[in-house]
């Protein structure tokens, strides 16, 4: 039960990142969570919530009310007083992909300073590669509107993060090349 579970949240996970329909993807998302609450999955319920809200914060679907900001605060409180790093992890890069979407770059720095190190947790899957680019995307922007050693500070990191994307390209991963052209991209455009 627990493995078909697995296979489930897998594949709703792919849907998100590979282009589907934000509204499909959110039917889908919508109509899990009983389910899981019938298998008492709540760990698994959580991950789904997570995912449900950021779609539905990318549709602009209860935005102005601030609700899924507060639903995924909740989902970290929860995951903290478990210690579910994983589940901790998704949502920070949940709440990251929003941060990058809409172009909030102070808030995607303190989001990325304040989770660590989220590879460490989200091994084995493109999740961990998502947020490298995210993390990299973050701090190459935010240097651009800093000054002075916050600016050094974030180009620093920035080029820590690419240079750990190149260098699983330079190993083979054929998945990251897309993200070090958009990096290098915004690398030309800073003149860095």
């Known amino acids: 039960m627990t493995v078909l579970v697995g296979v489930f949240l897998l594949v709703v996970f792919t849907y998100f990142f590979a282009g589907r329909s934000l509204d499909s993807i959110q039917k889908e998302l919508e109509a899990s969570i009983p389910v899981l609450t019938q298998l008492k999955q709540d760990d698994k319920k959580l991950s789904i919530i997570a995912h449900l809200t950021t779609v539905k914060k990318l549709r602009g679907i209860d935005a102005e009310a601030g609700d899924n900001d507060k639903i995924l605060d909740s989902i970290l409180a929860t995951a903290a007083s478990t210690g579910d790093v994983t589940l901790s992890s998704l949502v920070n890069l949940m709440k990251l992909e929003v941060f990058v979407f809409y172009?909030?770059?102070?808030?995607?720095?303190?989001?990325?300073?304040?989770?660590?190190?989220?590879?460490?947790?989200?091994?084995?899957?493109?999740?961990?590669?998502?947020y490298t680019f995210l993390e990299a995307l973050t701090y190459l922007k935010a240097a651009q509107s800093a000054s002075g050693w916050k600016k050094r500070q974030m180009k620093k990191c920035a080029h820590q993060t690419i240079h750990l994307i190149r260098g699983w390209a330079k190993h083979g991963n054929v998945n990251v090349v897309h993200y070090l052209y958009i990096l290098d991209a915004e690398l030309a455009v800073s003149g860095w």
């Open 103 to 130: 172009q909030e770059w102070k808030e995607a720095v303190d989001l990325v300073r304040k989770s660590g190190n989220v590879r460490q947790f989200l091994t084995a899957s493109f999740a961990s590669v998502r």
